[in-house]
């Protein structure tokens, strides 16, 4: 069975995209379907908003009215995500959703080639990027998938699971 991920599009009521979200990933969970719906994503871009006179950086949905979807299609994974709450269909003709293609996906920053990493569980590793670098943590869990790696990081005294990107991330010596 090499059945592959694909990513597709669902229409959702708008303003409700982060809402599906939440819920899609605790119905994946609750359902055991983790290894058919990868990941759940809504895509955000910064801008920089002036209110009040005061510029300030938000996130803007990029689409809004939709949420993307890695997951092998059948007939399970299309009823979990059809009939999620705020759901109200796929992108594509009649009921037949269509996945995205190399093309569409590329704008959206949604990597497709794999990358190789020098690091498994139980390595440490340094952050070298991002709001957590320089921060050091014993790998927890690889994700190939969402391509992250999850570290424990001490936060207000207390170790705290965080996920970063493989390429925030170098094994230490």
């Known amino acids: 069975m090499s059945e592959e991920a694909k990513w597709y ?25 983790e290894d058919k719906i990868l990941e759940v994503r809504v895509p955000k871009e910064e801008v920089v908003e002036v209110r009040n006179g005061k510029p300030r950086p938000i996130k803007r949905k990029l689409f809004p ?3 993307l979807i890695n ?19 796929f992108v594509g003709p009649g009921s037949k959703p269509v996945p995205l293609t190399e093309a569409e996906m590329k704008p959206l920053g949604i990597k497709t080639e794999n990358v190789t990493i020098d690091f498994v569980e139980g390595d440490t590793i340094v952050v070298v990027a991002g709001p957590w670098k320089d921060t050091v943590g014993m790998v927890q869990r690889i ?17 705290t699971p965080v996920e970063i990107g493989f390429e925030e991330v170098r094994k230490m010596n």
């Not at 599009?9 to 899609?24: M, P």
């Not at 997951?71 to 269909?89: E, H, K, L, P, S």
Request: no cysteine; aromatic share 10%.
């Open 9 to 33: 599009v669902a229409h959702t009521y708008s303003g409700y995209e982060d809402k599906v979200k939440t819920d899609l990933e605790k119905t994946i969970i609750n359902s055991h379907l």
């Open 65 to 67: 009215g939709y949420v």
């Open 71 to 89: 997951m092998v299609m059948d007939d399970v994974t299309w009823y979990v995500v059809r009939n999620a709450r705020g759901v109200t269909g």
């Open 143 to 159: 994700d190939y998938n969402k391509q992250t790696a999850t570290i424990n990081v001490d936060l207000f005294g207390r170790e």
